[in-house]
C-alpha cells in the first residue's frame, strides 16, 4: 500500500475511534452516573463533574481548591462552584492543616469515600478490559504505539497552544 494511502487509512480510523470513543464515554458516564443514583437515594444533583471533582479529592486528600483546580484540569472559579454545592450537598468537607491556618483543604465525608470507591470499582473494572486488550500485542508493536500516542498528544497540545495564541 503506497504511503499516502496508508497515512488516509490511519487517519480514517482515528476519526472513527474517536467518534466510537465519544459514544462510549457518553454510555459510561450515564452508566456512573445511574449507579450513583442507585446506591445513593434521593440524589438527583450529581453531574459528572461532581464526581470527578469528589475523584481527586479522595485521591489526593487534603487538597486546596488551586491543586485541585489544576489537577482536574479546571478553573479555580468552577472549582470553587462545584465544592460549594459538594460541601452543601454533604459529599466534602472543609478542613485546615494544624502548621496552615489560613488555607482551606477538602476531605472526603463518609458518603463521599463511599461514592469515591463506587468510582474507583468502575474505573478498574475499565482498566482490565483495556490491559486485557493491549496484551495482544507485542513489546514492539506497543512500543510504536507508545510512539504514536506520545506524539499524538504532543500534536494536540500544540494545536490547543496555537488556537489559544490566536484568541
Not at 26 to 31: A, Y
Not at 134 to 147: C, D
Request: negative net charge; glycine residues 4%; charged residues 30%.
Amino acid at each position: 500500500m503506497e504511503k499516502a494511502t496508508s497515512v488516509q487509512h490511519v487517519y480514517d480510523l482515528l476519526i472513527k475511534m474517536n467518534h466510537q470513543l465519544e459514544q462510549h464515554q457518553q454510555r459510561e458516564s450515564m452508566t456512573i452516573l445511574e449507579e450513583i443514583h442507585e446506591h445513593f437515594d434521593g440524589i438527583a444533583s450529581l453531574n459528572l463533574t461532581d464526581v470527578h471533582v469528589i475523584d481527586c479529592i479522595g485521591r489526593h486528600e487534603p487538597i486546596n481548591v488551586t491543586t485541585l483546580a489544576d489537577r482536574i484540569e479546571l478553573s479555580k472559579g468552577t472549582v470553587s462552584k462545584v465544592s460549594t454545592k459538594l460541601l452543601k450537598e454533604g459529599w466534602i468537607r472543609r478542613t485546615q492543616l494544624n502548621d496552615n491556618k489560613k488555607e482551606i483543604y477538602f476531605r472526603l465525608t463518609p458518603s463521599g469515600k463511599r461514592l469515591f470507591l463506587m468510582h474507583e470499582r468502575l474505573h478498574v473494572k475499565a482498566q482490565h478490559q483495556l490491559f486485557q486488550f493491549l496484551n495482544r500485542y507485542s513489546s514492539e508493536e506497543l512500543n510504536v504505539l507508545k510512539r504514536l500516542l506520545s506524539d499524538g498528544v504532543d500534536l494536540l497540545e500544540a494545536m490547543e497552544w496555537q488556537d489559544k495564541s490566536l484568541d
